[in-house]
């Protein structure tokens, strides 16, 4: 008689929880998450909807959820019986652009048919990756085009969302007519496969004939996107917006495995270039590295 009074007393002292956990990225319902009152063996998994349905003893104990690929999640009831818990998905990015080497002959195909560039990247350092350019075209005679950029990448990382900074500078000089330099600091906001890119420039422009010359400060803006067919190319575009000049830039740039290309546009004033490269990719290994093999 104390048993089954004691075990109606117990079933009494339930309380029945129903809930549902969902995608914290697309509200679909995930099925076969494990929910646990946290101290407790006492547990369930979700149903093909996402929904579950548990008996505590306290009206304000604590759920577990965890799930391969989901970041573990506590849940405190505080009285509530119906709930709904937004997973959210653990992830670890992988990033390939770091420890190469790479060298491009490139030819401007309006100004300065010949040149050369080269491509640094770094191991990781603390966290990120610095990278540098340089590049010089010419026509072997009164033009010049330069570039260079220095990048700290994935400094700020996380899942869905990655951001870099740049420092960028152009020069040149064309048919003694023109001679400019501007330098940029830019941050890319990398969403996936959308970048967007905001920052600012200075300009220093002179005419050489007219002896001409004006410094002028403006904004950056452009975006760029990744396109999933052969040689994974990343197209980008950007302006820079000074008081009475735009200063255009674009570039396809692409490879795979040693080989790499790219197509760059740039425009400032009476100045144009459309530049072709084609080079190889070497990767490198750290003395440490080389240590471990």
Not at 17 to 30: A, E
Not at 38 to 49: L, V
Request: charged share 20%.
């Amino acid at each position: 008689m104390l048993t089954l009074l004691g075990s109606t007393l117990t079933t009494w002292g339930q309380i029945s929880i129903t809930g549902k956990v969902i995608s914290n990225d697309d509200n679909l319902p995930i099925q076969g998450v494990n929910v646990v009152e946290k101290g407790t063996q006492n547990g369930t998994t979700t149903t093909q909807d996402g929904t579950f349905f548990l008996e505590v003893r306290d009206p304000n104990t604590t759920l577990i959820f965890s799930f391969i690929g989901m970041i573990t999640q506590e849940f405190p009831l505080k009285g509530q019986k119906q709930i709904v818990v937004k997973a959210k998905w653990d992830c670890h990015k992988d990033f390939f652009d770091s420890q190469k080497v790479l060298f491009y002959a490139n030819s401007g195909v309006i100004n300065n048919p010949v040149g050369g560039q080269i491509n640094f990247a770094s191991p990781w350092i603390l966290g990120g990756v610095v990278k540098g350019m340089y590049s010089y075209q010419t026509n072997l005679n009164e033009n010049e085009y330069e570039r260079a950029q220095i990048e700290l990448a994935h400094y700020i990382s996380n899942c869905n969302f990655d951001l870099d900074f740049r420092w960028s500078y152009r020069q040149a000089l064309f048919s003694n007519e023109l001679n400019f330099k501007a330098n940029s600091f830019e941050s890319d906001f990398n969403f996936r496969n959308l970048t967007l890119i905001a920052g600012y420039s200075h300009l220093n422009f002179k005419r050489v004939e007219t002896n001409y010359n004006e410094i002028f400060s403006g904004a950056v803006i452009g975006a760029g996107t990744y396109f999933n067919i052969p040689l994974y190319p990343k197209a980008v575009a950007k302006i820079s917006l000074y008081k009475d000049k735009i200063e255009y830039q674009a570039e396809i740039e692409g490879g795979h495995k040693g080989f790499s290309c790219f197509i760059k546009f740039y425009k400032l004033d009476s100045f144009n270039e459309l530049s072709l490269g084609i080079g190889t990719c070497l990767n490198y290994k750290i003395k440490k590295q080389r240590k471990l093999e």
